[in-house]
C-alpha cells in the first residue's frame, strides 16, 4: 500500500514535473527520458560483462531505420518506432557472429570498428542514408487527441508524455528481465563463464541474448530521438556520444538498476541546468572529463554506492551483494 | 601509371612513418602498463599544438619547436601515469575510463586555447625531392620519415641493449616476476609512458606543418592505431611496425584509387576480419586482456 | 550392451608434448569411479577433455554409446554429465541461494518472455525447490542469504558439488574433491557421496591422494605419464606393483633404480 502511494504520487510528479519548466528545459527532459532508455539498456549488456563502445551507434541504427521506414515506406511513426528497435537487435545478431569471438578489451574494440564502419557507411552511402548531411525532415509523430489532453507532438510537453510512457514500459521490461532467472543467468555468465557452461548455460546464446535486447531499446531510444528532432545524421551517434553514455554508466555505478539512471539525471542536470545556465557551454567535455576521472579515481563504485551506504544504515538486510566491477 | 604507382608508394611509406611512431607508443604503454590509453590520439594532437604555439607564434627554430614539443608530451605523459594510471593499477578499465576523462580534457583545452579553426603554419622548407616529374617527395615529409627509422631503430637498441630496455621488457612479460627480480614497477611504467608518449608527441610536431591541426584530429588517429596494433597483435613492436606499414600501403592506395570513406571502412573491416579469424593478432601470442 | 561411460584411446597433444597417450577405460552405472595417478600424470587433462574443456587430439569419449568428444561443455553437461572445478570456482558475488539457482538452468530452462509476463512462477518456484534440496543435501540450506565467496573453503567446496548436484546429473565429474578439506570434512563429504550414488549418480572423482579414495571408490583406474596403468578394485591397486612404484618414484622414477 505505502509502496503503492509512493508509486502513485512519483507518477504525478513526473507528470506535473514539465509545467514548471521553461521550453528548453522542456526539450532537455525528453532527451533525459531517451539517454535513460540509452544507459539503462547499456547496463544489460554489462550485466554479462561485456563492455561495448558501439552501443551509441545501434542506437543510430535505430533512428536511420526508423526515419526511413517512415520517409521510404510510409509506414506509421509508432510502428515504425518498434520496427527501428526490431532492426537495431537484428542487426546486434548478425554482428554477434563476429564480435562475440572476442573478449573483454577485444570486444570492446571490436564494437568500436563495427560501430564506426555503420557510420562510415552512413556517411559514404548518399542513398539511402543521405551521406554526411543524413537524413532531413523525418516524419514527426502525428498528432491525436485523447479526450482530456491534446496531444501535439511539436510540443516538448506532448513529446515528453509520449517518450516517458514508452520509456516507462521499456525500463520495465529490462528490469523484469534482469529480476528473472534470465538475468541471474547473465550474471552468471558474467562472473565465472567456465562455471556456467558447466552448468549448462550456453555462453554464446546467452551473450548474444543480452546484446541483441540491449541493441532492441537502444534501437527505440534512437527512433525515439529521431522522430522528435527531424533530423540526423552521422556525427549524431559518434564516439563522444558514447563517451557520456560511458560517463553515466561510470559515474551512476552499473552494479544496480538505478545506478545508471541515477548517473544519467545528476549529470544532465549539472550539465543542462547548471553548465548552460553558468555559461561554461564550452568548458562541458573538459568539467565531463574531470568528472569522469574524478569518480573513476575516488568514487569507483558509482553514486550507488553513496546511495546504498544511505539506505543501509535503515535497511541493513536490503543489500544484493552485486557489486560494480568496473 | 608506373608515375602515380610510385608516388603512391611515396605516400604510403610516409603514412607508415607516423603511423607506426604513434602505434608503437601505443603498444608500449599497453605492453609495460597493461592500458589501452586512449588519450594517445590527443598526445598526438598536443605535439602538434606545440609546433603551433613555439614555431608559429614564437618564431623558435622547427627543430627546436619539435624537440620541446616532444618533451613536452613525454610530460604529459608522466603526468597521466602519475596522475591515474598509477592508482588504477589493479583496474584495466578504469584506466581506459580515465584515459577518455583526460582526452576529454586536452581536447577541449586545445579549443580553448586555440578555438576550433583549423590552424595554417607557414612551411618549414618548400623543398621537393623530384624522381621524375610527376614524383616528388617534399622534404619536409622525408623528415617524418627519418625521424621514424632512427627514432625506432634507437628504441629497438634501447630495448635490447640497455638495462632498463631489459626491465621494460621484462616488466611487459611478467609485472610481478619482473617486480620479484627487483625491477620498480613505477620506473618502467615511467619510462614506457615518457616515452610512448613522446613518440606521439614526434609524430605530431613533425606531421603539424602536413596536416591540418585541430582539436580533433586525434580521432582519426587514434582510430587508425588502433586498428594497426590489433592487426599488429597488441602488445608487440614488431608486430604495430609490420601492421603500420601494411595498413599504410593499403589504405594509402585505396584512398588514391576509390575514396578516403572506402578505405576507413577497408581498414576497419580488415581489422575486424583479423579479430575473427585470430584475435590476438597476427603477432600476437599472449592473452594480456 | 553398450557401456555407460566409455574412455577410448583418448589422446591429447599440447604442441611437441603428449600429455595424455591412447588413454581407454571403462566406467559403470552408478558406481564411484577413482582416475588416479602421480602429479602431472595427466588426470586433469583427462578429465578436461571428458567434460569438453578440451577437444581430444585422437580418440573418443563415449556416453551411452554416443560420442560426445569434441562437444562443448554446456552441450556434454545437457547429456547429464556435470563437472565440478579444482579450487573454489563459483560466483562469489552472488549468494549461496543463487549459486544453486544457476545450478538449476537446465532442468528449469528459463525462458524471457514468460519471465517477463510472469508465466513462469511454476519454473522459479521448481527452480528454488531444487536448489534448496541441493543446498540441504550438501547441508548448506542455513547459509542460504550469505554470499559465496564469503563462505568458509569447506562450505565453498560443497557449494560448488551443490551447484552441480541442483542440475539432476547423470554422472558427476568432481576435480579433486578433498584438496584443502580437513578429516571431518573429508569424511562428511564422503558420506554424502556414497548417498549419491544411492540416488542412481555415477561419479567419477579425479585424485592425486590415494590414500583419500581408497575407502570410497568401487573401482579405480591408475595412469602415468599420460598413459594407463592399471585398473582394480582398491585391494588390487593398493598392492600393484607398478602403482607403488609409479607413486613411489614421484616424477622421476630413473633415480629409484
Redesign the interface.
Known amino acids: 500500500m505505502r509502496n503503492l502511494l509512493i508509486f502513485l504520487a512519483g507518477a504525478v510528479a513526473l507528470i506535473a514535473l514539465p509545467h514548471g519548466l521553461s521550453f528548453s528545459q522542456q526539450e532537455i527532459l525528453v532527451f533525459l527520458t531517451i539517454n535513460i532508455l540509452l544507459v539503462s539498456s547499456y547496463r544489460l549488456l554489462t550485466l554479462t560483462g561485456e563492455w561495448s563502445l558501439g552501443h551509441v551507434v545501434i542506437m543510430g541504427v535505430g533512428a536511420y531505420a526508423s526515419a526511413l521506414f517512415t520517409k521510404e515506406m510510409g509506414i506509421y511513426v509508432p510502428v515504425s518506432i518498434l520496427l527501428g528497435g526490431i532492426t537495431a537487435a537484428l542487426l546486434a545478431v548478425v554482428l554477434s557472429f563476429p564480435l562475440f569471438r572476442m573478449k573483454g578489451f577485444y570486444f570492446l574494440i571490436g564494437s568500436f570498428a563495427a560501430g564506426e564502419i555503420i557510420r562510415l557507411l552512413w556517411k559514404r552511402f548518399r542513398d539511402p542514408f543521405g551521406g554526411p548531411k543524413g537524413i532531413k525532415g523525418i516524419d514527426p509523430m502525428p498528432d491525436f487527441s485523447i479526450g482530456i489532453y491534446d496531444f501535439d507532438f511539436f510540443e516538448p510537453v506532448s513529446y515528453y508524455y509520449l517518450s516517458g510512457a514508452v520509456v516507462a514500459v521499456c525500463l520495465w521490461v529490462l528490469w523484469r528481465i534482469e529480476r528473472s532467472p534470465v538475468g541471474l543467468t547473465f550474471h552468471a555468465v558474467h562472473w565465472q563463464d567456465k562455471l556456467a557452461e558447466a552448468s549448462g548455460v550456453n555462453l554464446r546464446a546467452y551473450r548474444t541474448l543480452a546484446f541483441a535486447i540491449a541493441s532492441g531499446f537502444a534501437g527505440i531510444g534512437g527512433a525515439l530521438l529521431a522522430h522528435y528532432v527531424g533530423t540526423i545524421n552521422p556525427n549524431s551517434f559518434d564516439v563522444e556520444v558514447m563517451v557520456f553514455v560511458l560517463t553515466w554508466a561510470i559515474v551512476g555505478g552499473t552494479g544496480t538498476f538505478y545506478g545508471p539512471i541515477l548517473g544519467c539525471v545528476v549529470l544532465t542536470i549539472l550539465n543542462e541546468i547548471v553548465l548552460r545556465e553558468m555559461g561554461f557551454e564550452q568548458m562541458r567535455p573538459l568539467i565531463y572529463g574531470a568528472i569522469m576521472i574524478l569518480s573513476i579515481l575516488f568514487m569507483p563504485k558509482g553514486l550507488e554506492s553513496v546511495v546504498q551506504k544511505i539506505f543501509s544504515r535503515k535497511a541493513p538486510d536490503n543489500a544484493t551483494g552485486q557489486e560494480a566491477k568496473t | 601509371m608506373l608515375d602515380l604507382l610510385a608516388q603512391t608508394g611515396l605516400n604510403a611509406v610516409y603514412a607508415a612513418s607516423y603511423i607506426s611512431l604513434i602505434a608503437v607508443g601505443l603498444v608500449l604503454i599497453f605492453g609495460v602498463m597493461g592500458v589501452?590509453n586512449f588519450a594517445h590520439g590527443e598526445l598526438y594532437m598536443a605535439g602538434a599544438y606545440a609546433v603551433v604555439l613555439l614555431y608559429t607564434d614564437f618564431q623558435i627554430p622547427f627543430f627546436l619547436a619539435v624537440a620541446v614539443g616532444m618533451i613536452f608530451v613525454g610530460c604529459l605523459g608522466l603526468a597521466m601515469e602519475r596522475a591515474?594510471f598509477r592508482?588504477?593499477r589493479d583496474?584495466?578499465?578504469?584506466g581506459?575510463?580515465?584515459s577518455?576523462?583526460?582526452?576529454?580534457?586536452l581536447?577541449?583545452?586545445a579549443?580553448?586555447g586555440f578555438g576550433v579553426r583549423m590552424e595554417h603554419i607557414p612551411p618549414v622548407t618548400q623543398h621537393v625531392i623530384e624522381f621524375s616529374e610527376r614524383v616528388r617527395l617534399p622534404l619536409s615529409r622525408l623528415f617524418v620519415i627519418i625521424a621514424a627509422v632512427v627514432l625506432l631503430s634507437a628504441l629497438w637498441i634501447f630495448l635490447k641493449r640497455t638495462r632498463f630496455g631489459w626491465a621494460l621488457r621484462a616488466a611487459a612479460q611478467d609485472p610481478e616476476a619482473a617486480a620479484l627480480q627487483g625491477i620498480s614497477i613505477n620506473q618502467t611504467a615511467r619510462i614506457a609512458m615518457f616515452i610512448g608518449a613522446g613518440l606521439a608527441g614526434i609524430a605530431g610536431a613533425l606531421t603539424a606543418p602536413l596536416v591540418s591541426v585541430n582539436p580533433h584530429m586525434g580521432?582519426s588517429v587514434i582510430?587508425t592505431a588502433?586498428?594497426v596494433i590489433?592487426v599488429g597483435g597488441?602488445g608487440s613492436l614488431e608486430g604495430a611496425i609490420v601492421a603500420s606499414v601494411a595498413y599504410a600501403f593499403v589504405h594509402t592506395f585505396v584512398t588514391t584509387f576509390f575514396d578516403g570513406?572506402?578505405a576507413?571502412?577497408t581498414g576497419?573491416?580488415l581489422?575486424?576480419l583479423v579479430?575473427?579469424v585470430k584475435?590476438t593478432g597476427l603477432f600476437g601470442s599472449a592473452d594480456r586482456? | 550392451m553398450t557401456q555407460f561411460l566409455e574412455v577410448d584411446n583418448l589422446t591429447m597433444r599440447f604442441g611437441g608434448l603428449t600429455a595424455v597417450d591412447g588413454l581407454s577405460f571403462k566406467v559403470d552405472h552408478g558406481e564411484i569411479h577413482g582416475l588416479i595417478g602421480p602429479n602431472g600424470a595427466g588426470k586433469t587433462t583427462t578429465f578436461n577433455m571428458i567434460s569438453g574443456f578440451y577437444k581430444p587430439t585422437e580418440g573418443q569419449v563415449r556416453l551411452r554409446g554416443e560420442n560426445i568428444s569434441g562437444l562443448k561443455m554446456h552441450e556434454v553437461a545437457r547429456r547429464g554429465v556435470v563437472r565440478t572445478f579444482q579450487h573454489s570456482t563459483l560466483f562469489a558475488e552472488l549468494t549461496v541461494m543463487e549459486n544453486a539457482l544457476v545450478g538449476t538452468h537446465m532442468p528449469f530452462r528459463p525462458n524471457i518472455f514468460a519471465a517477463i509476463i510472469g508465466w513462469d512462477r511454476d519454473d522459479r518456484h521448481g527452480a528454488e525447490a531444487r536448489a534448496s534440496e541441493a543446498l540441504e543435501f550438501f547441508g548448506l540450506d542455513h547459509l542460504k542469504g550469505d554470499l559465496a565467496g564469503d563462505l568458509s573453503h569447506g562450505h565453498q567446496r560443497a557449494l560448488g558439488m551443490a551447484v552441480a548436484y541442483a542440475s539432476h546429473p547423470d554422472v558427476m565429474l568432481l576435480d579433486e574433491p578433498f584438496t584443502g578439506m580437513n578429516p571431518e570434512e573429508t569424511r562428511q563429504m564422503m558420506d554424502l557421496m556414497r548417498k549419491l550414488r544411492e540416488d542412481g549418480i555415477t561419479i567419477l572423482i579425479v585424485e592425486h591422494d590415494m590414500q583419500a579414495i581408497m575407502g570410497l571408490c568401487d573401482t579405480i583406474t591408475c595412469m602415468s605419464f599420460g598413459k594407463f596403468l592399471a585398473e582394480g578394485g582398491p585391494e588390487e591397486i593398493r598392492n600393484h606393483p607398478a602403482v607403488i612404484e609409479a607413486y613411489l618414484g614421484g616424477g622421476a622414477p630413473c633415480c629409484l633404480r
Not at chain 2, 577518455?100 to 580534457?105: A, S, V
Open positions: 589501452v591515474l592508482p588504477l583496474n584495466p578499465l578504469g581506459l575510463v580515465a577518455i576523462g583526460f582526452l576529454m580534457i581536447q577541449s583545452l579549443v580553448m580521432h582510430v588502433f586498428i590489433i597488441v570513406v572506402i576507413d571502412i576497419l573491416s581489422m575486424l579479430l575473427i584475435p586482456a
